[in-house]
């Protein structure tokens, strides 16, 4: 099959509109304007046509090949002619601030696409990318998986890139690294150019079916930012060491300790506890056993008994 082409930098391409309406009727409105980086490498070019969806976003999604980053000697990656990807936010910054307005509190993801090229350096050597899960409670954004993979993409960010793109982004208020790829592979089949207008493109063939690999993360990062969906965590307790509790609970249910502060309120009595009580310090429940424990233990089987 044939890949899509490169999004020409001179032509206007339908945006893509999306509507989303949740179960409780709250809905949104998604349009996507894809813009090619060309028209991003300075700002008298994006004072064209381009531009204006640029500036007038709500939220931004940067999609880099890996080729587009300043990377260091070990990350062996094909070199094109490619406008840099830091030249790019530069720019864009430059843009917004022309017209008075700042861009660095706007929600970016700012993705590396063909993630695949990458990966090994990303993830390590045996570890392939893998498509996002749903999250578990089955509506929210991922971050339980989602976490562990920005630290991988920001070790390598931080190890393996000049830092550009990192030290750019500290001015930003709400952005987020990604990694994806369209096609989940590699596409080493034909490339034959073709000529439209007396212009040169380049197309591309492909044998396999795209397999895609992480393509919704941004996305669903960006609905996150907006508001439209929640974000799904889990946490460990550290006083009785219960694994995956979702973040919507702040007490453990095992040993009920609050998670901010270890404190536990007995759910017999009422009476608050310190963290390093075991049982209840006014009537000795011990909410992990869910027994009364020693002394009132025998008197409350013994009371419960005559009353
Ligand atoms: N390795 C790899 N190459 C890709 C992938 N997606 C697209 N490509 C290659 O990149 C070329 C340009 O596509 P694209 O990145 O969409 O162009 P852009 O619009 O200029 O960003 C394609 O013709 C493919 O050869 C991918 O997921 N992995
Ligand atoms: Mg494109
Ligand atoms: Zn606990
Ligand atoms: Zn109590």
Redesign the pocket.
Known sequence: MK?????PPEEWLPPLFFHLIKQDRTNLTLVFFDI??ENCSNVEKMNGPFGKFVEHSDGMII?F?PNQIKRDKDVKIENKDTPLISDIINTIHKYYSSKTKTNTTLPTAVCI?????IQKYVLGKSKELEDVRAAKDGKSFNSLEYNPLNNKIINFINNKTEQDIRTIMNGYESFSFFIL???????KEL?ETYEVDGKKY???MINNEPNPKRIIEPVAWLLLKFGFIGDYNEWTCKYCKKESIPDSNDTCPKCLRRRKDGFWNCPKCGTPNKPDTQVCCTCHFDPEKGTYSGFMARLREWLGKKL
């Open positions: 890949l899509p082409d490169s999004t090619a980086g999609l090949s696409s063909k993630g695949d090229i790829s369209a096609l989940g592979f590699e596409p490339k380049q197309r591309t």
